[in-house]
């Protein structure tokens, strides 16, 4: 006979209130003690904060905070932002270690709850998709000549029409930011869209202002990473919302526009080949195959849209830091205008095939890249599997922080570090060398995609600059600082400079 057993007698179903208070005290618990629980991860540099752990160590500063860490705690070392573990990996040998030896399960990317498609085109894809979405990306830059001369050839009109603007300065004083920073989005718009714009064009300008307000104002480690929710608050609290709204203002004012423009032209005659066009020609051979493939209109747009971020905002950065020390070094300056003209006899601007020939300008970009470190913790690595190093546990689910200005400005590879020195990329024979060391670009799978395009563009945006115009401090001696802005990039604090065409131009 079924009846009810003594057992479900005396238990009754415990009121939701209670279930729900138990969970809340699980959590608190959970989030106050996480730090203490983890075993054998790398050492804390200082006593976490209860809930908040490390941040208020490095609410400002951050850079400086985690040179200083390293020093006390060493090459590698934990962090905790709330409840999410950071850990922090700095110095050649170890960053080489995690980016290379461990980089099956350290090359992933943290999930972007707060980033709406997140995980979408390549930045922050992970597995078979980011695999699939590089390489034909890669493969599509390369065949618009990325790293050739076909490309630099397409570029040197985007150039004229910079070192024109600059000329018609006069040799006046002026923060060319704003204007450097078009000029290299216009070579990112020439490949992707297959045009650039006007310098006057007020929706372009107004474009590329906006998204640099909003760069600036992101940090790698933000709150919003660790405490997804913060994007719920109403306004824009803790900037929670502000790489969102950067990202969905690219996409919408720039990729959605152009996807649109080019699908109307295809197979008109005056459609520009472009990387849209190249994407969307891939996608389609590979579905007429009946082919698996995770290429689609959606991740095309992120990608246009994560291409401009990365390829825009570095190297206008590393083209103003570039400024920055020919104004510090006018000798330096000297040195490379003399290298310049020997080359090219002052009758044509130098082109990639020039590059062999000019050591001595190649070693001072290099120079500019390691002294400057614009990136100087990369973009965040996630953990995927627990991964050991120098035997601690990087648990999996932790973000990895690669600190290349740890290997950039490293005193133990570098002699004075912080002083400005071309010669340490020269031989004996004044050829190029480039020592392991050399890491603006990352390393291992996730080394930067656009690295031979910003090559290019840092070496014509350099030496055009160089022969066409003496720089120039605004007053004899007032040479700008070293000072920089923290943020996901970090960019010379805002200066003015002088711009003097020099007699014999070409
Ligand atoms: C001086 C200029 C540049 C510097 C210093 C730079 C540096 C970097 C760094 C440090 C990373 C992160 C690597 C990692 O996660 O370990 C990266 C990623 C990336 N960069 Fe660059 N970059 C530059 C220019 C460019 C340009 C011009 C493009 C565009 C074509 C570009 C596209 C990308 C992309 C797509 C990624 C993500 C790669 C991935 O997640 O697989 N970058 N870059």
Request: one cysteine or more.
């Amino acid at each position: 006979m079924l009846g009810s057993s003594p057992t479900s007698e005396l238990w009754s179903a415990p009121p939701l209130s209670y279930v729900v208070v138990i969970l809340c005290v699980f959590l608190v618990i959970k989030v106050l003690l996480q730090p203490y629980i983890q075993t054998n991860i790398p050492p804390f540099p200082a006593r976490p904060y209860p809930i908040l752990g490390h941040l208020p160590y490095i609410v400002k500063d951050q850079r400086i905070k985690l040179n200083e860490f390293r020093k006390t705690t060493g090459d590698i070392y934990s962090l905790y932002f709330g409840s999410q573990l950071f850990v922090v990996v700095s110095g050649l040998r170890l960053v080489k270690e995690a980016l290379v030896k461990h980089g099956a399960t350290l090359s992933d990317r943290a999930p972007m709850p707060h980033l709406e498609g997140g995980d979408m085109g390549i930045v922050f894809a992970n597995g078979p998709l980011w695999k699939e979405q590089r390489e034909v990306s890669l493969a599509i830059l390369k065949s618009f000549g990325m790293g050739k001369s076909s490309l630099a050839l397409k570029m040197r009109e985007e150039l004229d029409a910079y070192l024109d603007t600059l000329a018609a300065l006069k040799g006046k004083p002026e923060d060319v930011h704003t204007l450097t920073s078009t000029s290299v989005a216009n070579v990112i718009c020439s490949i992707i869209v297959g045009k650039r714009f006007e310098y006057t064009d007020p929706l372009f300008v107004d474009f590329v202002k906006d998204f640099f307000r909003q760069v600036a104002e992101t940090e790698n480690i933000s709150p919003v990473v660790i405490w997804p929710w913060l994007r719920f608050i109403p306004g824009n609290f803790m900037r929670a919302k502000t790489l969102d709204r950067c990202i969905k203002m690219i996409l919408s004012k720039f990729c959605d526009r152009f996807i649109e423009l080019t699908e109307k032209q295809r197979g008109t005659e005056d459609a520009p080949e472009t990387f849209i066009t190249s994407y969307l020609e891939e996608m389609e051979k590979l579905s007429a195959k009946g082919k698996d493939t995770t290429l689609s209109k959606g991740h095309l747009r992120r990608i246009l849209q994560q291409l401009f971020l990365a390829g825009t905002e570095t190297t206008t950065i590393t083209l103003l830091w570039f400024m920055v020390f020919m104004l510090r070094h006018p000798d330096i300056q000297q040195k490379v205008y003399d290298e310049i003209t020997s080359v090219t006899n002052s009758d044509r601007y130098p082109d990639m095939q020039d590059r062999t020939r000019l050591p001595y300008t190649t070693a001072v970009i290099m120079e500019t890249q390691r002294r400057s470190s614009v990136s100087p913790t990369s973009v965040p690595h996630y953990c995927r599997a627990d991964t050991s190093i120098e035997g601690y546990t990087i648990p999996a689910g932790a973000i990895v922080l690669t600190s290349l200005d740890s290997v950039l400005l490293d005193g133990d590879i570098w002699e004075e570090p912080l002083s400005f020195k071309p010669e340490r990329f020269l031989d004996q024979a004044g050829n190029v060398v480039k020592p392991e060391a050399f890491v603006p670009f990352s390393m291992g799978k996730r080394i930067c995609m656009g690295e031979a395009l910003a090559n290019m563009e840092l070496f014509l945006y350099s030496t055009s600059l160089v022969q066409r115009f003496k720089l120039q401090p605004c007053e004899p001696g007032q040479v700008p600082s070293l000072d920089y802005r923290e943020g996901l990039t970090c960019p010379p604090k805002p200066f003015k400079i002088r711009f003097v065409e020099r007699e014999s131009t070409v």
